[in-house]
């Protein structure tokens, strides 16, 4: 059997391939997020309570992305002391604000569930309103408008409105839970890259 010659530096070469190209799919993952969170955020309105709440659903969303280009720009600077050292406090500095942006979740839609629901109160009594008003003067509406119909409206507004705030209550702690969950699993995730990027290699 003929002798297959093997070239020296070969698996040095391809480490040093691999690790070049990490570099470039980590940096078009990094451009990619960064342009689609910038089109979120337009217009800015950080002062907007759903503005706040959509924007960190969408981060959190896309947050996989963020933390697979950090990672592959990791990897391909091992041999790069300095900028990994740099990457790897941007990862624990991003995992710690992403963690701690959970907070902000919680508070931001406890606050627009209970802006929402008083909302709908406030909607529910001027329309009970009204149709006390038809009660209570039965002349000055159209001639269908019997008491019992007043009635089955008066019953069928309540339904209503009860299925709205249910509906509002299960939609919010879903979106809360869904966004907290990914924001605090993203913000553990790069923590554990930068300790990784600052440690490997001492």
């Given at each position: 059997?003929?002798?297959?010659?093997?070239?020296?530096?070969?698996?040095?070469?391809?480490?040093?391939?691999?690790?070049?190209?990490?570099?470039?799919?980590?940096?078009?993952?990094?451009?990619?997020?960064?342009?689609?969170?910038?089109?979120?955020?337009?217009?800015?309105?950080?002062?907007?309570?759903?503005?706040?709440?959509?924007?960190?659903?969408?981060?959190?969303?896309?947050?996989?992305?963020?933390?697979?280009?950090?990672?592959?720009?990791?990897?391909?600077?091992?041999?790069?002391?300095?900028?990994?050292?740099?990457?790897?406090?941007?990862?624990?500095?991003?995992?710690?604000?992403?963690?701690?942006?959970?907070?902000?979740?919680?508070?931001?839609?406890?606050?627009?569930?209970?802006?929402?629901?008083?909302?709908?109160?406030?909607?529910?009594?001027?329309?009970?309103?009204?149709?006390?008003?038809?009660?209570?003067?039965?002349?000055?509406?159209?001639?269908?408008?019997?008491?019992?119909?007043?009635?089955?409206?008066?019953?069928?507004?309540?339904?209503?409105?009860?299925?709205?705030?249910?509906?509002?209550?299960?939609?919010?702690?879903?979106?809360?839970?869904?966004?907290?969950?990914?924001?605090?699993?993203?913000?553990?995730?790069?923590?554990?890259?930068?300790?990784?990027?600052?440690?490997?290699?001492r």
């Amino acid at each position: 059997m003929a002798n297959i010659p093997v070239r020296k530096g070969g698996s040095q070469a391809l480490y040093s391939s691999g690790q070049s190209l990490s570099i470039i799919v980590g940096l078009a993952c990094l451009t990619g997020f960064l342009v689609d969170v910038a089109i979120l955020a337009v217009p800015l309105d950080p002062l907007d309570l759903q503005w706040r709440i959509s924007l960190l659903q969408q981060v959190g969303d896309r947050g996989i992305v963020l933390l697979f280009g950090l990672s592959l720009l990791t990897y391909g600077l091992l041999n790069n002391r300095s900028w990994r050292k740099q990457l790897a406090l941007l990862c624990l500095l991003l995992g710690v604000g992403f963690s701690l942006s959970g907070i902000l979740v919680v508070r931001d839609t406890l606050k627009f569930q209970t802006m929402t629901l008083t909302t709908i109160t406030h909607q529910q009594a001027q329309v009970r309103t009204q149709i006390e008003t038809a009660r209570a003067n039965p002349a000055a509406v159209s001639p269908d408008l019997t008491p019992e119909a007043l009635q089955q409206a008066a019953q069928l507004l309540d339904e209503r409105v009860n299925m709205a705030k249910q509906n509002t209550r299960t939609g919010m702690l879903k979106v809360g839970a869904g966004s907290i969950g990914n924001l605090v699993v993203l913000g553990i995730a790069l923590i554990a890259v930068g300790r990784f990027g600052s440690q490997v290699g001492r």
